[in-house]
């Protein structure tokens, strides 16, 4: 497959995450090691199995009027303020709005709106029930209200691949900029979805660990002791650009997206499968014209699973060998569903940019099959001209991307 001419660049980005209430202070608690992962409050049942999360901890409402913020559910919310934070970063680009494109994709959608509204309908009755119970709900929502915060008409696109879903986005950017239909495009993905009936549900399918002790030691990707991921909420955007169009504006540049590619395995409904993997990465480097060998730095999915981090460890040994330096980020903030693939991208785009790799959290005994160079102990610095971002999701969704460093 032969690439598609000139990159689409990065020029701004946007973020709320357990480590941070935006893209600077989540990439520096990346860089100082720290996690986002807490105890839940008194207030949750004692019977759930699981009693942490990675919680973000500023409250997206409190940045828009109240009005506003009662129309919203909490994952609609966060893409708003990470949107806004992520255009303000590219510079407010003047674009037409027919040319303005925002793709944000949620693995869930508003299931903390879905549930709240259905406990007031069966305690109170239909009055009380919210006007904006259904776009508060729906999968779309997002998408739709960071369109109209931004004045976007070229397309308002939700795509919904559980855990991919975030990644899934930036890749339909990449492809809407390539067909010519848009010349900006702020894309990423959101989730919110702390709720006890979802640790429940995640729980009875034995996804999560139910590990004690020390909340910020239970997400350990690639750790021989891993048991489980740690479930979170936030938001990641970036803004996509056409290169011409970026470079006519002076436009300060993080990194190019190069290449994507968006396939399933086909195989089962949960369960990770390599060879998917394997097919997804190698027609994203082909898509970025550039080999395995380019590849510096990967930026792993890797949530903390026994059997889905061997499943990635085999592929990507399989497509890139032992050599790059690979990091796994879900080890601090948990596992943020729908936005983790957005977050990924986000923090390879930096990695590449700053020239450092974050060191994976909680990496005390590197599980002997897992036969690649991950990054332990100590930050990893160096200049990388590529990186891999990988996110994998529920149903076969495999997302991989390819970022090349700015020239």
């Not at 209430?21 to 807490?38: D, Y």
């Not at 919310?77 to 027919?98: I, K, N, S, T, Y």
């Not at 990967?298 to 032992?322: I, N, R």
Request: net charge negative; glycine share 12%.
């Amino acid at each position: 497959m032969a690439p598609h001419g000139d990159d689409v660049l990065v020029t701004g980005v946007g973020a709320l995450t357990p480590l941070g209430a935006n893209a600077a202070a989540s990439w520096e608690g990346l860089l100082a090691g720290r996690s986002g992962v807490r105890a839940l409050g008194a207030d949750w049942p004692e019977e759930l199995p699981v009693r942490i999360a990675g919680t973000v901890e500023a409250d997206p409402a409190e940045a828009m009027p109240r009005a506003q913020a009662r129309k919203l559910d909490r994952g609609e919310q966060l893409a708003v303020a990470a949107a806004r934070e992520a255009w303000q970063d590219a510079g407010v680009p003047a674009v037409e709005p027919e040319r303005l494109a925002v793709v944000v994709g949620t693995g869930i959608g508003g299931i903390l709106s879905s549930l709240g509204q259905d406990d007031l309908y069966e305690s109170s009755g239909m009055r009380r029930l919210s006007p904006f119970a259904v776009p508060m709900l729906m999968p779309n929502g997002p998408a739709a209200w960071v369109s109209m915060e931004l004045g976007a008409r070229a397309g308002a696109r939700a795509p919904v691949s559980a855990c991919a879903s975030g990644a899934e986005s930036i890749a339909l950017g990449l492809d809407l900029i390539r067909a010519g239909r848009a010349d900006v495009v702020v894309a990423g993905g959101t989730e919110a979805t702390l709720h006890p009936f979802m640790i429940a549900a995640f729980a009875q399918m034995k996804a999560l660990s139910v590990r004690g002790g020390d909340p910020a030691a239970v997400s350990r990707p690639f750790d021989a002791a891993r048991s489980g991921f740690v479930i979170a909420e936030g938001a990641a955007l970036v803004v996509l650009e056409r290169a011409e169009f970026a470079r006519a504006r002076g436009a300060r540049v993080y990194g190019a997206l190069a290449g994507a590619a968006v396939q399933s395995s086909a195989q089962h409904i949960t369960a990770s499968d390599a060879e998917g993997q394997v097919q997804a990465m190698r027609t994203a480097l082909a898509d970025a014209g550039v080999e395995a060998r380019d590849i510096g730095h990967v930026h792993a999915h890797a949530t903390s699973t026994p059997s889905g981090d061997l499943a990635e460890a085999e592929a990507l040994a399989k497509v890139l060998g032992e050599g790059a330096a690979v990091t796994a980020t879900k080890s601090m903030t948990g596992h943020m569903l729908g936005a983790s693939g957005a977050f990924g991208a986000l923090s390879t785009l930096l990695s590449l940019h700053h020239g450092v790799v974050p060191a994976v959290r909680n990496l005390d005994h590197q599980d002997p099959e897992v036969r690649l160079d991950v990054v332990r102990g100590e930050n990893r610095t160096g200049t990388w001209d590529a990186a891999l971002a990988n996110s994998f999701g529920f149903g076969g969704h495999n997302v991989s991307l390819v970022m090349k460093r700015a020239s």
